[in-house]
């Protein structure tokens, strides 16, 4: 398992890349990868997760900075600079119900054709998508989602690149970890000792690369 900084994890990020951002308006999000990617070049940037956080917090500094051009999540209501690049049609934001987009994550992951959900049927949000029948009740398909880079987070890591969490932390950060061509993962502590195995929450093998949070303070 390689352990890199974060700056070289920002290096690994290249323009118009599609970028998964774990956590829960921040809390169990890659801070110092957030922060590497903000003092890059790096634009166009397609920004894929729960929400967009605030303005002066977490990645939605991001939008901040204009270095996002297309936003997929399932809220912007915290950051009113999202809602104002949106309306002056300088941000394309994809709103999508939470549980949706989880699962359109894990379908990518896990190398589904999609995921078939009531959520939406009869809405806007049905428009341009294929509706399905199963036993006579119609769903809608919503395509699997994948991304070229995922930036995680994790309370503990061994060398293996085997994560663990505490409590909410690991929110969007597991199925995130399945559905990246590069996943790097930002942790709080990272052990001398093998994990216990019935504590391994993402297992190394989808692990790419090891960024220090406490290292880099």
Request: net charge negative.
């Amino acid at each position: 398992m390689k352990i890199i900084s974060a700056k070289e994890a920002a290096a690994l990020v290249k323009d118009g890349d599609s970028v998964m951002m774990g956590g829960f308006l921040g809390c169990g999000t890659a801070h110092k990868c957030v922060d590497a990617l903000l003092a890059s070049n790096i634009q166009n940037l397609t920004l894929i997760g729960n929400d967009t956080a605030m303005a002066d917090f977490s990645y939605g500094k991001l939008i901040v900075s204009r270095q996002v051009k297309n936003v997929i999540a399932t809220h912007i209501g915290t950051n009113k600079e999202t809602g104002r690049l949106m309306s002056e049609g300088e941000l394309n934001v994809t709103l999508v119900p939470q549980g949706t987009l989880a699962e359109r994550i894990r379908a990518g992951g896990y190398g589904l054709g999609g995921v078939l959900v009531t959520t939406g049927l009869g809405t806007d949000v049905q428009k341009g998508k294929e509706v399905i029948k199963v036993d006579g009740k119609e769903y809608l398909l919503e395509k699997p989602l994948r991304a070229n880079v995922a930036m995680i987070y994790a309370t503990y890591a061994d060398k293996y690149g085997n994560l663990a969490f505490d409590g909410t932390t690991r929110n969007f950060n597991v199925v995130m970890a399945m559905a990246a061509d590069i996943v790097i993962v930002e942790v709080e502590e990272l052990l001398d000792e093998p994990l216990n195995p019935n504590h391994v929450i993402i297992p190394g093998v989808v692990v790419d690369y090891i960024v220090e949070n406490k290292k880099e303070k």
